[in-house]
């Protein structure tokens, strides 16, 4: 199979570079191109970009538990991002609403809309990605989700719906440290490197912290021991209901 892939590989770098040379023609536009003169100076821009040090894990144990973290954060972040820009129109287009019966209408009328559309993703998401999703939302859009909801909504109802995540040991006020808290460190890290390898398109956050020196005082450092704790636990329990 490898020597097939090999042969298929060759074949078609063959043929496209077979391809280019017979279409091989002068440039339409010159405008396009650049000529540099014996002796010149040529000077190119180019994107800034980081390079982070690799992971360090205590053990082969630890990698299966960050890449299993990592799914749960790839596939969390797209929300986040679309409630922020989601949030950063309504914001916008009520700065051009001068009535507050109207403003108030098209709140309500945002507010079932942003509802509808995520409502039934988030009814799929296990606690983890739930957890996950509160704080990249206080990330992407610098409220946490209580007071996004406060803004939107009375205070009252922003406490029931905080008093509904308590159900599942959530917390709508929950904020985002990656400087302090592991979690939000391991969080940050899988976004970095995804961003930074095109899985995911960057929207810069509304938060006011350092990645490059936070993952260099961390040393890279991946600590999963949480993570580890719960599934043995949750062993545990399946353990038991298999004996009952």
Same mark, same amino acid.
């Given at each position: 199979?490898?020597?097939?892939?090999?042969?298929?590989?060759?074949?078609?770098?063959?043929?496209t570079f077979s391809q280019e040379r017979e279409v091989d023609s002068l440039p339409k536009n010159i405008e396009d191109y650049?000529?540099?003169?014996? %002796?010149?100076?040529?000077?190119?821009?180019?994107?800034?970009f980081s390079i982070y040090p690799k992971h360090r894990f205590s053990s082969k144990e630890d990698i299966a538990y960050y890449l299993w973290f990592r799914k749960k954060v790839l596939?969390?972040?797209?929300?986040?991002k679309l409630a922020s820009e989601r949030l950063d129109t309504l914001n916008y287009r009520l700065?051009?609403?001068?009535?507050?019966?109207k403003r108030s209408k098209y709140i309500k009328l945002i507010q079932g809309y942003l *509802?509808? *559309?995520?409502?039934?993703?988030?009814?799929?998401?296990?606690?983890? *990605?739930?957890r996950i999703l509160i704080k990249l939302i206080h990330r992407q859009t610098g409220k946490t989700?209580?007071?996004?909801?406060? %803004?939107?909504?009375? %205070?009252?109802?922003?406490?029931?719906?905080?008093?509904?995540?308590n159900l599942f040991k959530l917390s709508l006020k929950d904020e985002y440290h990656p400087e302090?808290?592991?979690?939000?460190?391991?969080i940050e890290d899988i976004l970095q490197r995804a961003f930074q390898d095109?899985?995911?398109n960057r929207q810069v956050d509304k938060l006011n912290f350092d990645y490059p020196k936070i993952i260099a005082e961390r040393k890279a450092e991946i600590n999963v021991e949480k993570y580890k704790k719960m599934f043995s636990k949750q062993r545990k329990k399946n353990a038991k209901k298999r004996k009952n």
């Open positions: 199979m490898k020597k097939f892939l090999y042969i298929y590989i060759v074949l078609i770098s063959i043929t650049v000529f540099v003169q014996p %002796g010149d100076t040529l000077t190119i821009q180019l994107n800034e596939k969390v972040y797209p929300y986040a700065t051009k609403i001068k009535s507050n019966s *509802e509808g *559309e995520f409502t039934d993703q988030i009814k799929k998401m296990t606690k983890t *990605e739930g989700a209580y007071n996004n909801i406060k %803004g939107l909504r009375s %205070g009252w109802k922003a406490f029931w719906y905080n008093t509904t995540a302090s808290v592991n979690e939000d460190f391991l095109g899985v995911l």
